[in-house]
Every structure is written in structure tokens, then in C-alpha cells.
């Protein structure tokens, strides 16, 4: 962790030497889509969710809308929806957070040394502090994961491209690593969903992991590992569903002393489907 100038602070805490790297999400996200389907999944591509079916105010599937056009209905005692910051199923919380953020990847970026994930605060936009962080995160050859985290609020409204572009530049003009880098031309930004509880994630035949949980975390914004740990949760309470409630409280226990951040995710679904049955 450092400041914005590249110092390192007061509190820094020395952690062992390692290479750190990120893989990029069009990568990851095929590998993830892969292991579902060799363990049983089925993938559709090109198909959207138009609406959840109900039987009184049980969840009891969705309705898909195909890519030729046809609306098909699909059954199934639990639902588990995955659909990112943007779901429109999460009912938010009054002082729930809002943040936002923004990256791309640089190319030509001259690694020096261990890679190291590296979080820098405070940011600063035209020498005003900003509530957020920027991140630098190594990948493999000389490109780098480069972007912005900015937690809202009624006294500071930046734009988010502006706090990336102040960032980029600070970046290109100080650390030398950069000094010949450039930039990609895509930009991909995203909401961060935080401050999920028991009562806005789960329902009767339905639960919700991940960003569209609210997981992420408040302080850095991160939430790819709360996703996967959600979904493992969800798939471990599943898989006793039909049972009885001890063995459920134990899948709750084990999964608390494994998954720790995505333990209460699991306790949100046993208490919301309590009398949900195979």
C-alpha cells in the first residue's frame, strides 16, 4: 500500500516476497464458464432472463427469452441468481454505499522486480483528495491492470473517467514503470455493490451471490473472491436442501470455518429457505 506519491506509509506491513499477476476476465471468465459445464452445467448463450416464476411468494424458476425470440420457462426448487451490480432483484439498503469503478489495461509497462498487487491512497483529482483508491495489477508480459475505485457522497461528485484519467497520468508521470506504457482504448467501468445483508439477498426459493449480493468489499470494492466463495456456499446448501435441518446447520459450520466471507451468505439462505424442499 502506498500514497499517492509512491511513499510508503506508517502503517505499511511487510508481507513475504511472492509474484502476483491477475488474469484477464475474458480468460477467467471462459475457464470459470468451462469447469461449470464439466461438472454438469448448462451454458446458453444469447438468452436473457425476462422474469422469475412464481408460486405465491416462492420462487420457483425463471422465465428465459431464447434467441429466436421464444419466452421458455424453466422449474427449479432454488434459484440462485448471479446477475451482477446491476440486478434489479436487490432491494437496497437506505445507507447502503454507492461506488463505482473504472480500469483498462497498459501495455509496455516495465515490471522491476517480484510483482506485487499494489493499492495506492489517498487519490487526489486537481489536488482535491477523493474517497477511493487506485489499483495497479501486474499480468503477464508487460501489460498491467490499471484502475480506480470512488465511493460517492453529497460532498464530492467526480466523474469517474476523470478520476481514472487523473490517476493514468500520475501514474505516466512518476513511476518510471510507465513511463513508456500506453493505455488501451476500451474503458470498463462498474457499479460496486456492497452492504448485502440476510434481509436484501435472499427469499423463498431464491438467493442472490455475489455483486448481485452485495458482497463486494466496502473498504477496497474487490468482489471476484466473495462471488466465487457465494457460489460455493449456494451449491453446498444445495446439495442439502432436501435434508433436515441439522445436517444444513452444518453445512453452515464448515462453511464458516472455510469460506469466512461468504459464510453469512450460506446462513442467509438456510434462514430464507427453512421450509424449501426438493
Known sequence: ?????????????????????????????????????????????????????????????????????????VS?????????????????????????AMRRYFDGVRWEGPSAFEIVLPLEVGGIPVAGYGWVFPMAGDRANVGVGYWSSPRQRFRLPRVLRAFEKALMREDPRFSGAQPERRVIGAPISAGGSAQNCAAPGLLLVGD??????????????????????????????????????????????????????AGAFLEAHANVSG
Not at 432491494?91 to 454505499?97: D, I, W
Open 212 to 265: 448481485a449480493a452485495g458482497l463486494a468489499n466496502p473498504y477496497l470494492g474487490d468482489g471476484i473472491a466473495q462471488a466465487l466463495e457465494s457460489g460455493m456456499a449456494a451449491a453446498a446448501a444445495r446439495r442439502m436442501a432436501c435434508r433436515d435441518r441439522p445436517i444444513l446447520n452444518g453445512v453452515v459450520r464448515r462453511l464458516e470455518e472455510g469460506l469466512p466471507s461468504g459464510a453469512h451468505v
Open 76 to 100: 427449479a426448487p432454488i434459484t440462485v441468481m448471479a446477475s451482477g451490480a446491476l440486478s434489479s432483484l436487490r432491494t437496497p439498503r437506505p445507507r447502503q454505499p454507492v461506488g463505482f
Open 1 to 73: 500500500v502506498t500514497d499517492a506519491s509512491g511513499a510508503s506509509p506508517a502503517f505499511e506491513h511487510q508481507y513475504p516476497v511472492c509474484t502476483a499477476g491477475v488474469l484477464s476476465r475474458y480468460i477467467l471468465d471462459e475457464r470459470l464458464a468451462s469447469a461449470a459445464v464439466g461438472a454438469g452445467a448448462e451454458l446458453r448463450a444469447t438468452t436473457s432472463v425476462e422474469g422469475l416464476i412464481m408460486r405465491g411468494h416462492t420462487v420457483c424458476g425463471v422465465r428465459l427469452q431464447r434467441d429466436d425470440g421464444k419466452i421458455e420457462g
